[in-house]
């Protein structure tokens, strides 16, 4: 993989317009980056999610679940340019790999279309990317992380399913179940992804240890869900997070070709695995 990095000179400079996409007034990326948002009827957070989105991004991905609203409609006036993709399958890991598929981008960027997200962090998760990782991981709990979502029950699940991933696969993830991420597209043949439902997230993170990909924590603030009701069952998917984790501890996976590589530790980031 190959990436430019240095601060932007202006627009009108025609060396950088050719080669750069600017990011802030100091970094400028020139790998394209897709934006993957699965949705089921959710035409009322869209206008939050896509206002947050940096206007630097190639590609908006939106993977629609058979939504019986305005979801597409919304997406479409928002951004003439969105790429919508119809699910066929059922689930939020169907909707992902169904997106992950349509994404001509070199780095992959998950958002959830509930308006938790903050699109404004994007730029941390490439930034990780560009500046060496294969995979930049969301984290609540990293320092500068945060999250106002999480019930008590859903918090202390989370923390003994992650020791539990920690302790059987050598990570040191500080969250996970969280599905604000992003990776160099690459990475897929190395992961492939089988799953269709919200325990995703957490094959994910499984399979990038184990398949020796560096990964980078990005400390991330989860707000709460803006309209609707969210489809997570606590009980329900944590039994199918834990479900995924025995059953990967008992499969084998070949490492990567690339070994991990330290990672030069960024403000608040750290290499994770």
Request: proline share 4%; charged share 25%; net charge neutral.
């Amino acid at each position: 993989m190959s990436a430019f990095v240095r601060p932007a000179a202006g627009e009108d400079d025609p060396e950088v317009s050719g080669r750069y996409r600017p990011v802030t007034s100091q970094f400028a990326i020139a790998p394209p980056v897709s934006v993957v948002i699965p949705a089921m009827n959710e035409a009322e957070n869209l206008p939050y999610v896509f206002k947050t989105l940096p206007d630097w991004i190639h590609e908006v991905v939106l993977v629609d679940g058979n939504s019986t609203d305005d979801t597409v409609r919304v997406a479409r006036d928002l951004y003439p340019d969105v790429k919508v993709v119809e699910q066929r399958g059922k689930g939020k890991g169907d909707a992902l790999i169904t997106g992950f598929a349509a994404c001509t981008g070199e780095i992959i960027v998950m958002v959830d279309a509930d308006g938790s997200a903050d699109g404004g962090e994007i730029v941390s998760y490439v930034s990780a990317l560009v500046g060496g990782a294969d995979f930049a991981k969301g984290s609540r709990f990293a320092n500068g992380g945060g999250t106002d979502d999480m019930t008590l029950i859903r918090k202390l699940g989370n923390r003994v399913l992650c020791s539990i991933v920690n302790h059987k696969f050598g990570a040191r993830y500080t969250d996970l179940c969280y599905g604000y991420n992003a990776f160099w597209k690459h990475c897929l043949d190395a992961i492939a992804l089988d799953c269709a439902g919200f325990e995703v997230e957490t094959l994910m993170n499984i399979r990038v240890v184990k398949a020796g990909l560096r990964v980078q924590e990005i400390p991330s603030h989860e707000f709460v869900r803006i309209h609707g009701a969210s489809n997570l069952r606590a009980v329900r998917d944590g039994l199918r997070v834990l479900k995924v984790i025995l059953h990967e501890r008992g499969t084998r996976r070949a490492r990567h070709p690339r070994q991990r590589l330290a990672i030069a530790p960024a403000a608040n980031h750290g290499e994770v695995s």
